[in-house]
Every structure is written in structure tokens, then in C-alpha cells.
């Protein structure tokens, strides 16, 4: 069995390091406590300019030291027991700033590397299923966890035989779970592999 799983939003708190920034920077009365319920941010943030914000985001510290939304000590354990390899929907500028953030909190993997349904105008941006295709190991059971359901779609439908995860978070509560398992959190996911 090998396990390929998705960074922000599944490893890292991408959403709440955003969240955080735009607070901080933006709308000083957000509530510390909100979540968005969209993952596009330009749904959320209607009067900000989502894309000047992303692009300055990129750059922050909060975008290289994002906490973590598992425990260290049960990923490293599962990753005594399968390969994991993780796969981020990044673009490539941003790819060593990611590396560092995942280094900062001792995580163990195989492999990190950039693929998802968002390709950032890049031609050549590989799907989701088109990285594991590359990384996996013929015969070896695939296990795939994601929080976006158009990733989840792509992987079950490239491997069909695979267990696809989708982990619940605001923006994906109202998504049918007809072709993926849904994990309330990390703790859940980590039970029902191991």
C-alpha cells in the first residue's frame, strides 16, 4: 500500500494561514474563529482583490510556517508503515517554500511534489492521478487523500480500484460523497489506513 496525500488543507493550514493574513492585513474585524465555506477565496472575499493578496501572501512568513492540521507523531508512524508521498497544487515558485514549511515540523515522506485540477496557466501542470501514475509502484494499493472533491474525482476515476479520502473541511461540506470515504480529520483517516 502507498499513500498519496494532498499538503494544504490536508497536512498544513493553508486556510487558516490565509485567514490569518487577510485579518491581519485586510479586515481587521474578521472573526478569529472563521472559516470560509468556499474554497475560492474570491467567492469568500468578494470586495478584496484576491489575486494582489494571494501574490503578497506568497511571500510571508505565514505562507512558509503554517501550522499543522495533524499530529507529527501518528503521521510519522503511519509513514514507518507505507511510503508517503505528497502532493501539493502549487505552482513551482513556490515549491522550496513549501519543502521548508513541511521540514520545519519533522514530517517523514517519500517524496514532495506539485500536481492537482488547478494548473495556473502552466500547459504542462500534471493532474493529480497523472503524479501518482508517475510515482506509484505497480501492484501497490493506491490510497489517496485529498480536501478538494475535483482531485478526489480524478484520482478515483484514473484508479478506480484505489481508496479515495476526502477530508471534511467548510468549503467541501456540501460536496455528495457517492465516489470517496469522507474523514472528519487527520485522526480519522489515520485509523481507518492503519
Known amino acids: ?18 485567514i490569518d493574513y487577510v485579518r491581519d492585513n485586510f479586515l481587521p474585524d474578521l472573526p478569529v474563529d472563521y472559516e470560509p465555506k468556499s474554497w475560492e477565496m474570491s467567492e469568500e472575499f468578494k470586495a478584496l482583490k484576491i489575486d494582489e493578496i494571494w ?18 507523531e501518528s ?27 513541511l521540514e520545519m515540523h519533522n514530517l517523514n515522506y517519500r517524496e514532495l511534489t506539485l500536481a492537482g485540477h488547478f494548473n495556473f496557466g502552466i500547459d504542462d501542470y500534471p493532474t493529480k492521478s497523472a503524479m501518482i501514475s508517475r510515482l506509484r509502484t505497480a501492484g501497490e494499493k493506491i490510497v489517496f487523500l485529498d480536501d478538494h472533491p475535483a482531485n478526489c474525482e480524478d484520482v478515483k476515476a484514473s484508479f478506480p ?25 487527520w485522526q480519522n483517516f489515520a485509523k481507518k489506513v492503519s
Open 1 to 18: 500500500m502507498e499513500l498519496f496525500l494532498d499538503v494544504d488543507g490536508v497536512i498544513l493550514d493553508f486556510e487558516g494561514a490565509f
Open 55 to 72: 501574490k503578497k501572501f506568497v511571500y510571508t512568513d505565514r505562507f512558509k510556517q503554517m501550522n499543522l492540521l495533524i499530529d507529527s
Open 75 to 101: 503521521f510519522n508512524a503511519l509513514s514507518e508503515l507505507y511510503p508517503i508521498y505528497l502532493i501539493t497544487n502549487l505552482p513551482q515558485a513556490q515549491f522550496e517554500s513549501r519543502k521548508e514549511n
Open 161 to 185: 480500484e484505489s481508496d479515495v479520502y476526502l477530508m471534511s473541511r467548510p468549503h467541501n461540506e456540501k460536496v455528495d460523497d457517492s465516489e470517496w470515504i469522507r474523514v472528519k480529520d
